[in-house]
DNA sequence: GTCTATAACGCGATAGAC
DNA sequence: GTCTATCGCGTTATAGAC
């Protein structure tokens, strides 16, 4: 029932023409223009951010293309607009998660909770910078630089909580801590590719099981019956 | 302005003179076409499908563009060769695996190490397939249908494994087989994201260590540090 | 805030000479 | 097998009316 539209004011927010950009933080925030960077997710997720037309996303949104630069500077400021929301919601609630003075394994768990819960909450934006992260990257201007950055941050918290459970002996002293991270937020991410709410499986349920056999292994307690 | 859908008739798929394709099966392999479909799938890989130019697949080969179509007949034929090779060779080396006769330990371990093992042989093909499978599948012809056909195959061939793992009691029985599988798939292939041949470990090293951590997990053995 | 109209450009693909 | 030349179309983005 989203069609409403029609509310003039809510202050006119001046984003256009030599406005700002690239903090993202800004204070009074048009839920018009909100609206219309959800809509453009969701296509960007469904058929890639090049196939996506800004005819499209007008389309979708009830306008007319040209309308849409009102709003937008351009495509890539709504693809900006799309990942730089997930990835402050993301670097945050992993914060708050390293906040909690948990010992490594149950912060281990809490992050791989957080990861399987942000493919509901975001996993329009998690398959738009999975999908279209090296193209975007390999754009001429510097715009999209950020990514790497919150890349970097997000691992460093990851080797440190994994370095720090192999210190205490909660984690295996023999694994890559990096190699380890990786194959973690890989395994959560790429998850986007099938994940469907309403499925079998809620995130909830998709996260126990992977920190089960992240933890426990596949392999039976009976450590007797393996064979490399 | 006349917005009058005429969509390029799919229908006609017009052979190429030289004959040939298609199955990639077979005899006389040209080299230089081979060549050419090993430049794109560098380009496809590096910059996305839609995002590479028919002008710079020829200009990479030191040819013009319009010489391209001597080749191949479209764009997609490209790409659709540089799928299929891959899809061939891997299941392929998954059937050798499953008819070895190994516990199913065994076999797991070794599909495990066929996959990284593409990693360094198919890097580009991977990398296409898993950045521009939904926007290939979102053609309107059936050009890329095998794509999920091979797919359907490959996860069929795991679970098995997997539901036989259980069975013997080398795989834990309260995890789940598809959800297990879909978890190894995805923790392999997407590691084509970071992987460089040369890097600080090969592939091997790679397989090694995600078997140990798959099938022992990432806990200490002592359990009873365990919470969560 | 949206529409009309269009500029400016790059794209995939084709035809025919050589 | 490649080049020259080009067609037809879709694309992002802009300017100005309303």
Do not use: C
């Amino acid at each position: 029932m989203e069609h409403v539209n029609q509310r003039k004011s809510t202050t006119t927010v001046k984003r256009q023409t030599g406005g700002r950009r690239g903090t993202s933080m800004a204070g009074a925030v048009s839920e018009r223009r909100d609206h219309l960077v959800k809509l453009a997710a969701e296509l960007f997720a469904r058929k890639g951010f090049q196939a996506t037309t800004v005819r499209q996303i007008a389309e979708e949104a009830g306008i007319l293309s040209g309308s849409l630069y009102h709003h937008f500077d351009s495509k890539e400021a709504i693809v900006d607009e799309v990942l730089r929301t997930f990835l402050e919601d993301l670097i945050a609630r992993y914060r708050a998660a390293l906040h909690s003075d948990g010992d490594p394994r149950a912060v281990l768990s809490e992050m791989v909770r957080i990861g399987f819960g942000t493919l509901e909450l975001h996993r329009a934006a998690i398959t738009v910078m999975q999908n279209d992260w090296s193209y975007l990257r390999s754009l001429p201007d510097n715009r999209f630089d950020y990514l790497v950055k919150a890349e970097d941050e997000v691992e460093r918290m990851w080797i440190e909580q994994i370095k720090r459970g192999q210190a205490v002996g909660q984690v295996r002293g023999d694994v890559d801590p990096k190699l380890t991270y990786r194959m973690i937020r890989d395994t959560i991410w790429v998850a986007v590719r099938w994940f469907r709410p309403g499925g079998r499986l809620n995130t909830a349920g998709l996260a126990e099981h992977y920190v089960k056999v992240l933890f426990d292994g596949l392999a039976t307690g009976d450590r007797t019956s393996q064979q490399a």
